[in-house]
């Protein structure tokens, strides 16, 4: 059984923390073995199957199981974490090396979960209950039944043309507030919980990683201190690890150099299992309510920072299957952010079903001629179609296999046909799940 990642991430680092930096030493080693305890360790070395809450519930247990894309998912940022502490060698103050933003772990386990309450916040902000205003009210309720037309329109148990305002309030007062009539509640042992959620798999594989040797030599003999922050070590990543760092970049002034925020992520291509125990009351059955949840978290995401490529997962076909998507910050193709701004309209009948904030662009059929999203870097030539074009601006999305990349590009462009491209800058990294393309010209 491996090391209990959350006593170590929110307590046992700070046991040498001093307030004098020339006393800090000890404290950042610790924050770096931390870090590489907590980016080697295997999934399946913690036993994530102890959180699967199957043999203790009735037949009203549910569950699916969504994988994480984009930038990786965030849970627990709220957290209190980092304490700002320096560390001084020879009158030089370098930083302790310790993260900034919190994250969550089971308690018992030290594995990464979104709490139920969590979990039901989140569901819960997909209907209309969870917003004050009125207008807001009515356009959340026309997008959930645009949205139960798309998740059942293959059910034929389920007349989606019934489903009203009306019935979406019957629906999300019996859910959260265990409401079967107004003011009349169910037996609380039989009311929909929500039981939260946690990693279960990684697919995630064996690389290797350069990561800065942080740390401060001492002389025996001497007892001179010698600053080694500079230095580099190769470490092996396992197949099978679930975590890695990240960094957000805050600017404390718009004319000076960002101050990196160091985070803990999940990383991307890892199975979050989502439990469940529904009951059948409310219209929907169990399994359907379980359905429509899957087909909400997994369209608008899920954790913290989901408008920023956080939290989202692969995108579900036609035919049950995922789609493997890459972000890019040039244009998002495979995440929905929930954002409503109505201000004009007083009736009903004035307030359209809010759409997807992206176009609905075509699929291409991959060919022998696509490459490998490896082969991606500075200066690479790579063939694109030009998917969307409206005044001037294109979206034109990559022939790479396996993957959907789509950017944006202003120009003259015709639309379906092919275009060659220059990758001309990119950031981030494959292996870190951030990689991104922020610069593409024209050949």
């Given at each position: 059984m491996a090391t209990n990642l959350g006593l170590e991430f929110n307590k046992r680092v700070y046991l040498n923390l001093r307030k004098d930096p020339l006393n800090n030493e000890n404290y950042r080693n610790d924050n770096m073995r931390l870090y590489q305890n907590l980016i080697t360790t295997r999934l399946a070395d913690l036993s994530p199957d102890q959180l699967?809450?199957?043999?203790?519930?009735?037949?009203?247990?549910?569950?699916?199981?969504?994988?994480?894309s984009g930038q990786g998912f965030l849970v627990g940022t709220g957290n209190e974490h980092g304490t700002g502490s320096k560390v001084k060698v020879n009158g030089k103050e370098i930083d302790s090396h310790e993260f900034k933003m919190g994250f969550h772990f089971d308690h018992s386990t030290g594995i990464p979960v979104i709490t139920g309450h969590n979990l039901k916040g989140r569901i819960r902000s997909f209907f209309p209950i969870a917003y004050n205003s009125a207008h807001k009210k009515i356009a959340i309720a026309n997008r959930l039944i645009g949205d139960l037309n798309v998740c059942f329109k293959n059910d034929n148990s389920i007349n989606v043309d019934n489903w009203n305002t009306t019935e979406i309030k019957?629906?999300?007062?019996?859910?959260?507030?265990?409401?079967?009539?107004?003011?009349?509640?169910?037996?609380?042992?039989?009311?929909?919980?929500?039981?939260?959620?946690?990693?279960?798999?990684?697919?995630?594989k064996e690389f290797s990683y350069t990561i800065p040797k942080h740390y401060i030599s001492t002389s025996k003999t001497t007892g001179k201190q010698s600053d080694k922050f500079d230095q580099e070590e190769t470490i092996k990543i396992p197949a099978g690890t679930f975590l890695f760092d990240d960094t957000l970049a805050f600017h404390k002034h718009p004319l000076k150099d960002p101050m990196p925020i160091r985070l803990l992520k999940i990383l991307p291509e890892i199975d979050i299992q989502f439990q469940f125990r529904l009951n059948d009351l409310g219209g929907l059955s169990g399994q359907q309510k379980a359905t429509l949840f899957k087909y909400l978290l997994n369209k608008y995401g899920a954790g913290a920072k989901t408008s920023s490529g956080y939290g989202q997962f692969r995108k579900q076909q036609e035919n049950g299957t995922s789609s493997k998507a890459l972000n890019s910050n040039l244009f998002f193709d495979d995440f929905n952010p929930i954002a409503i701004n109505i201000n004009t309209a007083d009736t009903e009948n004035e307030y359209p079903v809010p759409e997807k904030l992206i176009t609905k662009l075509p699929k291409l059929q991959e060919t022998d001629t696509w490459i490998p999203l490896e082969s991606l870097k500075n200066g690479s030539i790579v063939s694109g179609t030009v998917v969307d074009f409206v005044s001037g601006n294109a979206k034109i999305q990559l022939h790479i296999k396996e993957h959907i990349i789509i950017l944006g590009l202003q120009g003259k462009f015709v639309l379906h046909n092919e275009v060659r491209l220059k990758i001309v800058e990119t950031s981030g990294s494959l292996m870190k799940g951030n990689y991104q393309i922020t610069k593409i010209s024209k050949m």
């Open positions: 699967n809450l199957k043999d203790k519930f009735d037949k009203n247990y549910k569950y699916f199981t969504l994988t994480t019957k629906l999300e007062n019996l859910i959260f507030e265990g409401e079967i009539e107004m003011g009349v509640r169910i037996n609380p042992l039989i009311q929909d919980s929500f039981l939260g959620a946690y990693p279960s798999k990684s697919n995630s």
